[in-house]
């Protein structure tokens, strides 16, 4: 048997999962941390239960078997750092790294045995370190370089299918007069309200952006210029009703603390900095009178 030649007090104490299986695929040995993951006690699994059932699917447990026979950087049975999923006892579906090796017996194929690692916590760090290096730490929208690598997607997908996708370019007008009379944590705050109201107001497939300074974007697939019209429109009145109430006594002595929009449809085949620029211009004309205003670009 499998179990016989392995040593059962090192599992027993082994921080990670082991299992081993028999030349049938039958679980012969079953340590606690493999009891902690996936929920099983090993007197329901040692002799009783196929290895297969563990992974997800059937092919995953063809993958696997083919990986060990395989030769690998020279060496037959054996697999190391293969990523993929068991199956816990409620249901749930646990990432993790497997390293295995085929047991032979008198030089008798009789098993094999794998170590397995929970990348559960290791993934869960990497999607938040992945989401912090896209996402713009004072507003919580994505941030400038997020945004590129999504437009030119966004593009490509537009020119695909040939569905339309519409731009929005967002100033705070006045923010200096923000800074100025109320000074930069006010100003941050202000800053962070236009995050919430852009988030606010944002469909799953859409996209909104810290483009820089007071510069906002808000990218919309799927979308043509009136429908984005009418998303910038309850921008402005979201804007307008919860402004706080700092910023409405600003304009009481300034200009007010307003939304200048800007939206441009994407044209086939232009480039994406000319997308930018006609969103940007149509933005710069919404400027040139005071309160909110949205421009379409010509």
Same mark, same amino acid.
């Given at each position: #048997?499998?179990?016989?030649?392995?040593?059962?007090?090192?599992? *027993?104490?082994?921080?990670?999962?082991?299992?081993?299986?028999?030349?049938?695929?039958?679980?012969? *040995?079953?340590?606690?941390?493999?009891?902690?993951? !996936?929920?099983?006690?090993?007197?329901?699994?040692?002799?009783?239960?196929?290895?297969?059932?563990?992974?997800?699917?059937?092919?995953?447990?063809?993958?696997?078997?083919? !990986? #060990?026979?395989?030769?690998?950087?020279?060496?037959?049975?054996?697999?190391?750092?293969?990523?993929?999923?068991?199956?816990?006892?409620?249901?749930? #579906?646990?990432?993790?790294?497997?390293?295995?090796?085929?047991?032979?017996?008198?030089?008798?194929?009789?098993?094999?045995?794998?170590?397995?690692?929970?990348?559960?916590?290791?993934?869960?760090?990497?999607?938040?370190?992945?989401?912090?290096?896209?996402?713009?730490?004072?507003?919580?929208?994505?941030?400038?370089?997020?945004?590129?690598?999504?437009?030119?997607?966004?593009?490509?997908?537009?020119?695909?299918?040939?569905?339309?996708?519409?731009?929005?370019?967002?100033?705070?007008?006045?923010?200096?007069?923000?800074?100025?009379?109320?000074?930069?944590?006010?100003?941050?705050?202000?800053?962070?309200?236009?995050?919430?109201?852009?988030?606010?107001? !944002?469909?799953?497939?859409?996209?909104?952006?810290?483009?820089?300074?007071?510069?906002? #974007?808000?990218?919309?697939?799927?979308?043509?210029?009136?429908?984005?019209?009418?998303?910038?429109?309850?921008?402005?009145?979201?804007?307008?009703?919860?402004?706080?109430?700092?910023?409405?006594?600003?304009?009481?002595?300034?200009?007010?603390?307003?939304?200048?929009?800007?939206?441009?449809?994407?044209?086939?085949?232009?480039?994406?900095?000319?997308?930018?620029?006609?969103?940007?211009?149509?933005?710069?004309?919404?400027?040139?009178?005071?309160?909110?205003?949205?421009?379409?670009?010509?």
């Amino acid at each position: #048997m499998a179990i016989s030649l392995i040593d059962n007090e090192l599992a *027993l104490i082994c921080p990670d999962p082991v299992i081993a299986i028999d030349r049938k695929g039958i679980i012969t *040995l079953f340590n606690p941390a493999a009891e902690n993951l !996936l929920g099983y006690r090993q007197q329901e699994m040692v002799g009783r239960f196929q290895i297969a059932e563990l992974y997800a699917s059937p092919e995953s447990a063809r993958e696997i078997k083919r !990986l #060990m026979y395989q030769t690998n950087n020279g060496l037959k049975g054996q697999i190391i750092g293969h990523k993929t999923h068991l199956q816990a006892k409620e249901g749930t #579906m646990i990432p993790i790294q497997l390293s295995a090796c085929l047991i032979e017996e008198h030089g008798v194929e009789v098993g094999s045995v794998g170590f397995f690692r929970d990348l559960t916590e290791r993934l869960a760090l990497e999607r938040s370190l992945k989401m912090l290096s896209v996402t713009d730490s004072l507003t919580g929208l994505y941030n400038q370089r997020h945004f590129h690598t999504v437009l030119n997607q966004e593009i490509a997908r537009s020119k695909r299918y040939r569905h339309p996708l519409s731009l929005i370019c967002i100033d705070l007008d006045n923010f200096k007069s923000v800074n100025d009379t109320l000074g930069h944590v006010e100003g941050d705050h202000a800053l962070r309200f236009v995050g919430e109201s852009i988030a606010g107001i !944002l469909r799953n497939i859409d996209y909104g952006f810290r483009y820089g300074g007071d510069e906002f #974007m808000v990218l919309l697939p799927e979308t043509e210029q009136a429908s984005a019209d009418a998303l910038a429109q309850r921008l402005i009145d979201y804007f307008n009703r919860n402004k706080p109430n700092n910023l409405v006594e600003i304009f009481q002595d300034n200009d007010p603390v307003a939304l200048s929009i800007g939206i441009a449809e994407y044209l086939a085949d232009e480039p994406a900095g000319v997308f930018i620029k006609r969103a940007d211009l149509a933005m710069y004309r919404a400027k040139k009178e005071p309160g909110s205003r949205v421009v379409l670009a010509e």
